[in-house]
């Protein structure tokens, strides 16, 4: 009776702990689906405006400009990125688009650089979205009083609170005036603090404006990682026009940067429920007929040039185009080639390493027939005897060791004449594989006998006793020339000399701010 009610509560158990499984089970999976469903209702279609943006590799045109904007002041365009201002004081640039903007939601991305050889910079860059172009302006290159928002990346500090580099959002109705010497915290709708001078990878920023919210996300370019964004700032309920112009603009003040800007990419966001208008529709009838007319002008001309060619070079006509990629056996033939470069090298190393210890022997040599003369002449004659002996053994294995030194320094000579020809029938014509196989072989093994007799006479100048006799002299040591009390007087003259460095660097950091 006792065992049929454990089982029967053990069965109960069983079920419970099954049922409360399977509620949590379902209710998780609901949960997923209803915040993926919503997830994708409220992720926005996200397509490419290239009238709106620009990247390298190829930025600039033959002229200078910018396909699409328009640059002024001391802006450089290249190929790869646009030199806002380059590090030298009183600098100002901007760059804007040509065609206004007429989107209810956008994204831009922002890649860019600023970098100086100070800790300190001036004054720094700015992203813009506003009903007129502000070509030039005290606003970080820009006019002020615009109509629109603006974002900030705010090198220097102004104000003296220590809060830059800061990225700041301000607003304007075309009425407000920027409160330079706060650094417009008074007026930020938006900020936050990011270091973004002198990073190992190019800065991005990411700012979108999406039913009416406008976010900015910031990359500190630590990483390659081009997704690896962080929040910066977030303002709701922001109005701003549908139609405008992009543009970026920077400064240099007293202190100066090197403001580059490499990408920027405008998407435009379409609500999922709304479908993007089509391409054709955005085109003027007008503009689509003026680009047409220069795509033909512009073949035309190509043909002319084709022709004037043909002509100009009539034995070119019909022949192929070479191909751009190296096939397998000039890949072969190339590592071959650097192969022996590699070998050729070392064999002058240890060529050059075979002349010092020729020379090293040779001073040897000398050194131990003039002691033999001299003691030849002062010792008695038992004494002398031994000596003599054992200075003519010593002798005679320095002669050993300078023949053999001399066989491999012309053995060297003949491994180089001998990668010399390999190179030179290299260079006249490919050669073939089974006689590169036949001489690097050849060269392994001459490389390998060179090794084995370097190693026999290191081993035998090593046991061979005859050492211990010549000694060079021990240089004696040298007396102590600095006391202690001028040590301590030179330590307290150089740190004087230190900190009024320091107080000399710090005038002259507070003397470069600048003023407005």
Same mark, same amino acid.
């Given at each position: 009776?006792?065992? /049929?009610?454990?089982?029967?509560?053990?069965?109960?158990?069983?079920?419970?702990?099954?049922?409360?499984?399977?509620?949590?089970?379902?209710?998780?999976?609901?949960?997923?689906?209803?915040?993926?469903?919503?997830?994708?209702?409220?992720?926005?279609?996200?397509?490419?405006?290239?009238?709106?943006?620009?990247?390298?590799?190829?930025?600039?045109?033959?002229?200078?400009?910018?396909?699409?904007?328009?640059?002024?002041? %001391?802006?450089?365009? /290249?190929?790869?990125?646009?030199?806002?201002?380059?590090?030298?004081?009183?600098?100002?640039?901007?760059?804007?688009?040509?065609?206004?903007?007429?989107?209810?939601?956008?994204?831009?991305?922002?890649?860019?650089?600023?970098?100086? +050889?100070?800790? #300190?910079?001036?004054?720094?860059?700015?992203?813009?979205? *506003?009903?007129?172009?502000?070509?030039?302006?005290?606003?970080?290159?820009?006019?002020?009083?615009?109509?629109?928002?603006?974002?900030?990346?705010?090198?220097? $500090?102004?104000?003296?609170?220590?809060? %830059?580099?800061?990225?700041?959002?301000?607003?304007?109705?075309?009425?407000?005036?920027?409160?330079?010497?706060?650094?417009?915290? *008074?007026?930020?709708?938006?900020?936050?603090?990011?270091?973004?001078?002198?990073?190992?990878?190019?800065?991005? =920023?990411?700012?979108?404006?999406?039913?009416?919210?406008?976010?900015? !996300?910031?990359?500190?370019?630590?990483?390659?990682?081009?997704?690896?964004?962080?929040?910066?700032?977030?303002?709701?309920?922001?109005?701003?026009?549908?139609?405008?112009?992009?543009? &970026?603009?920077?400064?240099?003040?007293?202190?100066?940067?090197?403001?580059?800007?490499?990408?920027?990419?405008?998407?435009?966001?379409?609500?999922?429920?709304?479908?993007?208008?089509?391409?054709?529709?955005?085109?003027?009838?007008?503009?689509?007929?003026?680009?047409?007319?220069?795509?033909?002008?512009?073949?035309?001309?190509?043909?002319?040039?084709?022709?004037?060619?043909?002509?100009?070079?009539?034995?070119?006509?019909?022949?192929?185009?070479?191909?751009?990629?190296? *096939?397998?056996?000039? +890949?072969? &033939?190339?590592?071959?080639?650097?192969?022996?470069?590699?070998?050729?090298?070392? &064999?002058?190393?240890?060529?050059?390493?075979?002349? #010092?210890?020729?020379?090293?022997? +040779? +001073?040897?040599?000398?050194?131990?027939?003039?002691?033999?003369?001299?003691?030849?002449? %002062?010792?008695? /004659?038992?004494?002398?005897?031994?000596?003599?002996?054992?200075?003519?053994?010593? !002798?005679?294995?320095?002669?050993?060791?300078?023949?053999?030194?001399?066989?491999?320094? %012309?053995?060297?000579?003949?491994?180089?004449?001998?990668?010399?020809?390999?190179?030179?029938?290299?260079?006249?014509?490919?050669?073939?594989?089974?006689?590169?196989?036949?001489?690097?072989?050849?060269?392994?093994?001459?490389?390998?006998?060179?090794?084995? $007799?370097?190693?026999?006479?290191?081993?035998?100048?090593?046991?061979?006793?005859?050492?211990?006799?010549?000694?060079?002299?021990?240089?004696?040591? #040298?007396?102590?020339?600095?006391? *202690?009390?001028?040590?301590?007087?030179?330590?307290?003259?150089?740190?004087?000399?230190?900190?009024?460095?320091? #107080?000399?660097?710090?005038?002259?950091?507070?003397? =470069?701010?600048?003023?407005?």
């Amino acid at each position: 009776m006792a065992v /049929s009610i454990a089982q029967r509560r053990a069965a109960t158990a069983r079920v419970l702990i099954l049922t409360f499984l399977t509620t949590l089970i379902v209710h998780c999976g609901v949960a997923d689906t209803s915040a993926g469903a919503s997830a994708s209702d409220d992720a926005p279609h996200r397509r490419f405006e290239y009238k709106y943006s620009f990247k390298g590799p190829h930025l600039s045109q033959t002229d200078g400009g910018i396909p699409f904007w328009i640059h002024t002041g %001391n802006t450089i365009p /290249s190929a790869d990125q646009v030199r806002i201002t380059p590090s030298l004081r009183s600098q100002r640039g901007t760059v804007w688009t040509k065609n206004k903007v007429n989107f209810e939601h956008w994204e831009a991305e922002v890649t860019f650089r600023v970098s100086g +050889r100070g800790r #300190m910079g001036a004054d720094g860059l700015a992203v813009w979205f *506003t009903t007129s172009q502000g070509l030039d302006g005290p606003v970080y290159g820009a006019a002020d009083q615009w109509n629109g928002v603006g974002i900030f990346f705010d090198s220097f $500090d102004n104000d003296g609170k220590k809060n %830059n580099p800061a990225i700041l959002v301000v607003g304007n109705n075309g009425n407000l005036v920027y409160d330079h010497q706060n650094d417009g915290t *008074t007026q930020a709708l938006g900020t936050c603090l990011r270091d973004f001078r002198n990073k190992p990878y190019p800065v991005r =920023a990411k700012i979108t404006y999406y039913k009416k919210t406008l976010t900015v !996300m910031i990359n500190n370019g630590f990483t390659p990682d081009k997704e690896d964004y962080e929040f910066c700032t977030k303002i709701d309920n922001m109005v701003i026009p549908n139609d405008g112009f992009f543009g &970026i603009s920077a400064a240099t003040g007293g202190l100066a940067d090197d403001h580059d800007v490499l990408s920027f990419l405008l998407f435009r966001l379409t609500e999922p429920g709304q479908q993007p208008p089509p391409v054709e529709s955005e085109i003027p009838k007008e503009e689509k007929d003026k680009y047409q007319e220069e795509f033909q002008n512009f073949q035309q001309e190509l043909d002319k040039k084709k022709e004037e060619f043909q002509k100009e070079h009539p034995d070119v006509q019909g022949e192929p185009i070479e191909d751009l990629y190296e *096939t397998v056996n000039d +890949r072969e &033939i190339r590592q071959v080639f650097e192969g022996q470069n590699r070998i050729h090298l070392e &064999i002058k190393q240890l060529h050059r390493q075979l002349a #010092m210890i020729l020379d090293e022997q +040779r +001073r040897y040599v000398s050194v131990i027939t003039d002691e033999v003369a001299k003691k030849g002449t %002062n010792t008695e /004659s038992g004494q002398g005897d031994s000596a003599s002996q054992q200075l003519g053994s010593v !002798m005679a294995t320095q002669q050993e060791v300078l023949k053999n030194l001399n066989e491999l320094r %012309n053995s060297f000579y003949e491994s180089l004449k001998q990668i010399g020809s390999v190179q030179h029938q290299g260079n006249a014509g490919s050669m073939g594989t089974y006689e590169t196989i036949q001489h690097f072989n050849d060269l392994k093994e001459h490389l390998h006998t060179v090794r084995r $007799d370097v190693e026999h006479l290191v081993q035998r100048n090593a046991q061979n006793p005859a050492e211990k006799i010549v000694k060079c002299p021990e240089v004696p040591p #040298m007396p102590s020339c600095l006391s *202690t009390v001028h040590f301590a007087i030179f330590i307290v003259i150089q740190s004087i000399l230190f900190f009024c460095y320091i #107080m000399y660097k710090s005038q002259q950091e507070a003397a =470069a701010k600048k003023f407005f």
